[in-house]
Each structure stands twice: as structure tokens, then as C-alpha cells.
């Protein structure tokens, strides 16, 4: 079973940066491609970026486009996401999520998410 | 810019049958979508209930059901229990690795 665990969350002042990580259990996660989703304080889930098995595609959401870089390291087993020039709307709880292909989509498993707040 | 809309809340009776849908701003949903509808309770991440439109996710009830209602995904839960209170999100599949999430509906069981 696959298990993923975020971590580097945290405080952090507007336009500061953080970079979250995300590992995953098992020897295939250079086949699984992967989503970032967020959740800020009471509200809705918002996608934020995705990445492929073999990071040939990389996509965000407009909200975080130039400002956040998703990457990963299949040697690791892990996940990244860099987040620069930080902004209050930005607090949320951050999940990695695998994206399973089969002709269409399922998003599993996830992971617990990590935290980060934006604030001075 | 494409906006998913869900019903902001949505009550139930115990027992009783619930339907929640997820549309969306400009244009239909169709399965071309792949929708899909998670489950969360506070402080949980959410949860796989139904993916492609229509597959229940392994090991989740039988109530609950996904279709296509007219121009919208939709979620149906039959006999409806207390532990369903919970949070529901649809996610429409884009196309080129671009999902777009509805605001969620706030299902009460009372």
C-alpha cells in the first residue's frame, strides 16, 4: 500500500519561502505521477500543480504560477514544492496526492498534509 | 476562467436520499470530465468516494452512488447515516493536468 507523508511546513512572512516535501512508500513511485492539492483554514480544496512520472509535464494553477516550482527526485522517492514570494492567501494545509491513470483518473492515496501559514 | 459549482450545503434526514451536484459555470459536464467526489471530516484529508463519474473507490458503501444528471456530476446518497455528515468535493478533469475543484457542499444529517 502506497503511503505519502508531507513535511517542511511551517511560519513563514509574506514574500518569504518555504519548500515542502513529500515522501512516498514503495519502489514505484517513478511511475506514479502527482498532484499537490491545498485547503486553506475553512475553506475549499484548491488543486495546485502536477507532475508527471517522469516530470516531462508540469502544470499550476494559475493562483501560484511563477511563484511555486514543483519537482521530484525518483532516486528519493520524493516530491517537492517550492514556494517563493510567499503570500497570506498562500496559509493552507498542503496535500500531495499520487494520480492514478487508467484511462481516466483517481487521486489516491493522499497524504495528511502539512500546514504552512503565511504571516508577519 | 472555469468555476466548478457545488451547493454551498445540503441537508438530510436520516435514512433519506441525498443527491449533491457539481456543475459547472460555462458549458456541461459530461464524463469526458472523469469526475470525481471526496469525503472530509474536519481535520482528516479527504477521502476517495467515487472516481471516472461513476466507480466507487474500494471499500466504500454501496449508498453512495455517482452519475450524470443532466448537465451536471452528480453524488447520490440512499439511506443516508449519521457518519455521512461530512464535507463533499467534485474535481473535473480539464484535460493537459489541469483539475478544477467545486466549493464544496456541507452535507448535515439531522
Known amino acids: 500500500e502506497v503511503q505519502l507523508v508531507e513535511s517542511g511546513g511551517g511560519l513563514v512572512q509574506p514574500g518569504g519561502s518555504l519548500r515542502l516535501s513529500c515522501v512516498a512508500s514503495?519502489?514505484?513511485?517513478?511511475?506514479?505521477?502527482m498532484n499537490w492539492v491545498r485547503q486553506a483554514p475553512g475553506k475549499g480544496l484548491e488543486w495546485v500543480s502536477y507532475?508527471?512520472?517522469?516530470?516531462?509535464?508540469?502544470n499550476y494553477a494559475d493562483s501560484v504560477k511563477g511563484r511555486f516550482t514543483m519537482s521530484r527526485d525518483n532516486a528519493k522517492n520524493s516530491l517537492y514544492l517550492q514556494m517563493n514570494s510567499l503570500r497570506a492567501e498562500d496559509t493552507a494545509v498542503y496535500y500531495c496526492?499520487?494520480?492514478?491513470?487508467?484511462?481516466?483518473?483517481?487521486?489516491?492515496?493522499w497524504g495528511q498534509g502539512t500546514l504552512v501559514t503565511v504571516s508577519s | 476562467q472555469t468555476v466548478v459549482t457545488q451547493e454551498p450545503s445540503f441537508s438530510v434526514s436520516p435514512g433519506g436520499t441525498v443527491t449533491l451536484t457539481c456543475g459547472l459555470s460555462?458549458?456541461?459536464?459530461?464524463?469526458?470530465?472523469?469526475s470525481s467526489w471526496y469525503q472530509q471530516t474536519p481535520g482528516q484529508a479527504p477521502r476517495t468516494l467515487i472516481y471516472?463519474?461513476?466507480t466507487r473507490s474500494s471499500g466504500v458503501p454501496d449508498r453512495f452512488s455517482g452519475s450524470i444528471l443532466g448537465n451536471k456530476a452528480a453524488l447520490t446518497i440512499t439511506g443516508a447515516q449519521a457518519d455521512d455528515e461530512s464535507d463533499y468535493y467534485c474535481?473535473?478533469?480539464?484535460?493537459?493536468?489541469?483539475?478544477?475543484f467545486g466549493g464544496g457542499t456541507k452535507l448535515t444529517v439531522l
Open positions: 474535481v473535473l478533469y480539464m484535460g493537459s493536468g489541469i483539475w478544477v
Open positions: 460555462s458549458g456541461s459536464v459530461s464524463t469526458s470530465y472523469y
Open positions: 496526492v499520487r494520480v492514478v491513470w487508467s484511462g481516466y483518473f483517481r487521486f489516491d492515496p
Open positions: 514503495g519502489s514505484t513511485f517513478s511511475s506514479y505521477n
Open positions: 471516472n463519474t461513476n
Open positions: 507532475i508527471s512520472s517522469s516530470s516531462s509535464t508540469i
